[in-house]
């Protein structure tokens, strides 16, 4: 299995919008999109004082699974409009790992 792992940074204010927009829109339209060998998305929030740090975990099967997803430059960020409104700042670029051992 393959994460695909990017970084979001809110505003405390808007940490809660943008959490509605993943849940709600986000995930949503990454589903329908009916991407073979997509197994599924994590959300992990850490509150620091001044921001809400968001790593988001995209899970696919394989590479070819993640290509067929983000297209040729899979390493580029998709950040939907409404999601780059709410956030401070985000990585444009994501990484990708390769899962070797899991309890879960």
């Known amino acids: 299995m393959i994460a695909r792992i990017w970084h979001g940074y809110?505003?405390?204010q808007n940490a809660s919008a943008y959490e509605k927009i993943l849940?709600?829109?986000v995930s949503s339209e990454i589903?329908?999109?009916n991407i073979k060998g997509y197994k599924g998305l994590?959300?992990?929030k850490d509150e620091k004082p001044d921001e809400v740090e968001f790593t988001t975990i995209l899970w696919f099967d394989s590479m070819e699974d993640v290509i067929e997803f983000a297209g040729q430059d899979y390493e580029a960020?998709?950040?939907p409009e409404a999601a780059?409104?709410?956030l401070k700042h985000y990585d444009s670029r994501v990484n990708h790992s390769k899962m070797i051992y899991s309890t879960l």
């Open 10 to 12: 809110a505003t405390p």
């Open 23 to 25: 849940r709600k829109e």
């Open 31 to 33: 589903k329908n999109k």
């Open 42 to 44: 994590q959300l992990l």
């Open 77 to 79: 960020a998709w950040v």
């Open 84 to 86: 780059r409104k709410v």
